[in-house]
């Protein structure tokens, strides 16, 4: 049979002189993706206010409310002692980044319901590149609500080194990944968009509180053992520390690494998933639409 | 095993033996047909008789179980790229973004192909042109009646130069305007252009005398050929009668409903 295609192929010159895809090829379309999510974001103004509005009501009234209560001491990258909010504003950039990968899991469940999916996934170019590409568009996105939210903190005078701002990119670019790639899997497995109040519930909030973001994990060490190893496996806490230590211009290289491992880990998952011979998209049934 | 349907060049589509089940329940059966090029073939089943199952293994969001599906001997398991850059789609539910314009649609369909911005707008002025929508070039597509809409999902199927265009349900919810409109648009196409159709449907009304028809009925096809064929075949006095006696359903619901 295979070679029965060799043959049509050989004997087609035409179509044999346009086979596969330049690179060029390849960066128009990851261009042409970034484009529309950017594009889309910005038309959702909801989204864009919401993704800020959250870290700030953390920022002024949680952190304000719980200064008083949570001394934090000089743990590294700190140098001096700080204010609470300064220590949870790498939280809460993380949690930027956690809300927006499961909320780009929302839109293509939305977009799979839609349809809009389709329109990415007959698109003849490789459907990993595909997936690949969609997770950097919605990890750009992520970076400009995170820098606006860091530009917002700096007038409420929490102030990183000036490098830090630079030195958090690359950081910001990988955790981003890795949240992104975690809600694309989820993407495949949740079936329907109502069950985004079920990924609120047992993704988000676990994945927040059972971290480093609110809590240095010395001290959650003191109150309950058993969480400080829970929080110890949650990537969330490395992407956290990471985002930390960048921010300060250090690098945590144990996060660095579990970071870095689980991105990888939850991109050949959603890839899998995704997989039309193998993925979950065809066991789960009918496609969108009914009929 | 299979050799394709006619020696004379490659078919435009050919569906072989194709099989697709989702757990126990059989969506489609040992499906064979093919679609020449330059060809207007319609796919006419009622609701749930498997069209949408062979759009997503024809547009490969499914994996093909069993048998073989190639476009232009492009197998759309082996070569997906191949077969794949060949293929204009337009689905059943709507796929564009209602808060972009229409050539802003039309830029993201032409980016995930791999064409270029200056040659993606020239494409994209003369596909609109050829819908008489560019006028509507700069509007949301929110804006855009049913109609239009639709018409904008052909013009974004037919921006990469398709040799192949399938369409699921193409005139479902529109009016009778609308739906004759899409209809002649997709005609002229076949005309002008030699692209193979693929056009599934269930209004019996949308077929035309030198139509080649395929029925297919509860993931079975039960007739394939030209359309006096079908009615022959069958002993019917038309297409509405033919498909009548075949799926053994009153065929008023089939054609009914519509409009």
Redesign the interface.
Known sequence: ??SA?EH??SV?PV?AA?????L???L??L???I??ES??FL??RERFVSALVRPLVWLFIFAAGFRQVLGVSIIPPYETYILYSVYITPGLIAMIQLFNGMQSSLSMVYDR????M??????????WF?LCSKLIAGTAVSLLQVYAFLAIAWFWEIEAPPLGYLTVLPALVLSGLMLGALGMLISSVIKQLENFAGVMNFVIFPMFFASSALYPLWRVQEGSPLLYYVCEFNPFTHAVELIRFALYTQIDWLSLAVVAGCTALFMIGAIFAY????GF???R??????? | MMHGMKAAG?QALSVESVSHS??ARR?LDDVSFAVAPANFTVLLGL???G???L??LI???????RG?IRI????V?????????I?G?V?????L?L??SVM?NL???????????RAARARGDEVLARIVLSDRARDKVRNLSGGQMRRVEIARALLHRPRLLVLD?PTVGLDIKSRADILGHVRQLIADEGIGVLWATHLIDEVADDDQVIVLHQGRVLADGPVAQVIADSKALDVRDAFTRLTGSGSPQAAGEAA
């Open positions: 049979m295979s295609a049509a192929a087609a179509a346009r086979r596969g895809f330049s060029r090829q390849y128009i379309c261009k042409g993706i484009w529309r594009l889309r038309h959702q319901e839609m349809g809009n389709r329109t990415l996934l007959v698109s003849p170019l490789p459907r595909l997989d039309p011979s193998r998209l065809a066991r049934g009918e496609p969108g639409g009914g009929a | 490659p989702y757990g969506a609701n749930g008789a069209k949408s199952t759009f997503a547009t490969r969001l499914y994996g093909t179980q073989r232009f001997d492009h197998d398991a082996r070569e997906p790229g191949e077969a794949l850059r293929l789609v689905f059943q539910s709507r796929t973004d808060d972009l802003q830029m993201y369909h032409a980016a995930l192909h791999g064409i270029d911005k349900e």
